[in-house]
């Protein structure tokens, strides 16, 4: 696995429509700072994490979760990713991979295309993340208890 990893950069978002995303800094491939200025919930996190039609994690992901039979196969196992990646790792990794590797095909969960690249984005999902801040968050403290 090829990952490129990024100087350090801050994230402002000029377009109106994307302002409801928090801006966030990247430092080497981490974003340090809680996307809330608070630390997730798990049990929330392990919740969203089986939801096959919000989170989509396991349509890729298999691990230590229900119906393992139904996990996919095509991304690393998630089982112990709380041991290799701190919880700065994890949320970038979730919130966006391809700053990572431009070429993944792990879908960028806090982040909108710009105008114009948008076309193919159905209407209502416009301009807004697939996750909110604060599932994010609920993610990295539920992907840390996988030890
Ligand atoms: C469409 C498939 C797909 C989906 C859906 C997906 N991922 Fe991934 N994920 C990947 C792939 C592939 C990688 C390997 C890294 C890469 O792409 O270079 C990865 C890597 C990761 C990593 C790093 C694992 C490691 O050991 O380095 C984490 C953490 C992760 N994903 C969490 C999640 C979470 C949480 C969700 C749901 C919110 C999710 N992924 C949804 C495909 C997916």
Request: hydrophobic share 40%; net charge positive.
């Amino acid at each position: 696995m090829l990952l490129t990893l990024c100087a350090s950069a801050s994230i402002a978002f000029a377009d109106p429509q994307a302002a409801r995303l928090r801006s966030f800094s990247i430092e080497g491939d981490a974003i340090k700072a809680s996307l809330t200025g608070r630390p997730g919930d798990p049990a929330r996190g392990a919740q969203l994490m089986q939801q096959r039609q919000k989170s989509l994690c396991v349509l890729c992901h298999s691990g230590p979760f229900a119906d393992p039979h139904l996990q996919g196969t095509i991304a690393p196992s998630l089982a112990g990713v709380g041991v290799r990646l701190t919880a700065g790792q994890l949320r970038l990794r979730i919130v966006d991979m391809k700053r990572l590797n431009p070429q993944s095909i792990m879908p960028t969960y806090y982040g909108t295309l710009p105008n114009g690249r948008d076309a193919r984005v159905a209407a209502a999902w416009r301009g807004k993340p697939i996750l909110t801040a604060e599932e994010i968050e609920d993610l990295v403290a539920y992907l840390q208890t996988l030890r």
